[in-house]
């Protein structure tokens, strides 16, 4: 055969959540946000989600996990789609400016509590405030400006 394995019993064991695919319109719980390393798009906040309500009961089902993941390799662009995250996350409508500047001076803080304590289980850490939290989530997909797919999430308040 000519192959020998090596490391296996000490390698972790992927953690990996399936991706939305295209057309989702949902709603989705917080289960665990973490920042992680990767080997093409460097820093990534990972966002994994259970499946509360569900347009595609087929492909997404009610209770699985999935991950949406933001590259923070370029801070110009990751702002602004985790500004939109977290504005939905705690209620607030990203088209309303009063709300939002109200909760604005807040967000580095929350963001910061939320990956020093991925899924609150650590009582010696600042509680995770993301999770438990729902949110109406849409997924469409894209073309970013330099040609490539893209799946875009778009993150909603939940409303009366």
């Known amino acids: 055969m000519g192959f020998t394995f090596q490391g296996v019993g000490q390698a972790e064991i992927s953690d990996r959540r399936p991706k939305f695919k295209d057309g989702f319109v949902g709603v989705v719980e917080i289960v665990r946000t973490d920042v992680k ?3 093409k798009a460097g820093d ?3 966002v994994e989600v259970r499946i509360i309500e569900s347009n595609q009961h087929n492909i997404h089902p009610v209770g699985q996990i999935y991950s949406w993941g933001q590259s923070l390799l ?3 662009v990751a702002n ?3 500004k939109r995250f977290v504005a939905a996350v ?3 409508s990203a088209d309303t400016k009063e709300q939002l500047d109200q909760i604005t001076p807040h967000m580095d803080a929350l963001l ?3 990956v020093e304590n991925p899924d609150s289980r650590d009582p010696n850490q600042a509680p995770n405030r993301l999770v438990g939290r729902r949110v109406r ?3 469409q997909q ?3 400006g330099n040609d490539r797919d893209f799946m875009f999430h778009n993150w909603f308040a939940l409303t009366g």
Do not use: P
Request: aromatic share 4%.
């Open 74 to 76: 370029d801070q110009s």
């Open 112 to 114: 910061n509590a939320a």
């Open 142 to 144: 894209g073309r970013t």
């Open 137 to 139: 989530l849409e997924t």
């Open 44 to 46: 990534k906040l990972f």
């Open 80 to 82: 602004g789609s985790l």
């Open 37 to 39: 390393r990767t080997r």
């Open 90 to 92: 705690a209620g607030v």
